[in-house]
Nanobody
Framework: QVQLVESGGGLVQPGGSLRLSCAAS????????MSWYRQAPGKQRELVAL???????NYADSVKGRFTISRDNAKNTVYLQMNSLKPEDTAVYLC?????????WGQGTQVTVSL
């Protein structure tokens, strides 16, 4: 059974940084693309960042230059380094394994950017 557990969320002031982690179990992440999505209240879930098995990355325009996705296959973990956070980054951040079609999601971690 695949399990994804996110951690690292919290309350941070604008301009601050957070590092999210997504630890996978039940399946090795090595052969899968891994993604971070976010969902704010009243808004659709949106793709934030993706990393392929080969390490290529893709980002939403709204986070380019501020967020960095990385993976440690030995630890079966994916990370999202978030810098220069803005209030509009406030959302629940969810980890995804293998794309939407496979349907493997974590429960999410709340990120709140506020004074």
């Amino acid at each position: 059974q695949v399990q994804l557990v996110e951690s690292g969320g919290g309350l941070v002031q604008p301009g601050g940084s957070l590092r999210l982690s997504c630890a996978a179990s039940g399946r090795t992440i090595t052969i899968y693309s891994m993604s971070w999505y976010r969902q704010a209240p009243g808004k659709q879930r949106e793709l934030v960042a993706l990393i392929t098995p080969g390490g290529s990355t893709n980002y939403a325009d709204s986070v380019k230059g501020r967020f960095t996705i990385s993976r440690d296959n030995a630890k079966n973990t994916v990370y999202l380094q978030m810098n220069s956070l803005k209030p509009e980054d406030t959302a629940v951040y969810l980890c995804n394994l293998g794309g939407i079609r496979l349907g493997y999601w974590g429960q999410g971690t709340q990120v709140t950017v506020s004074l």
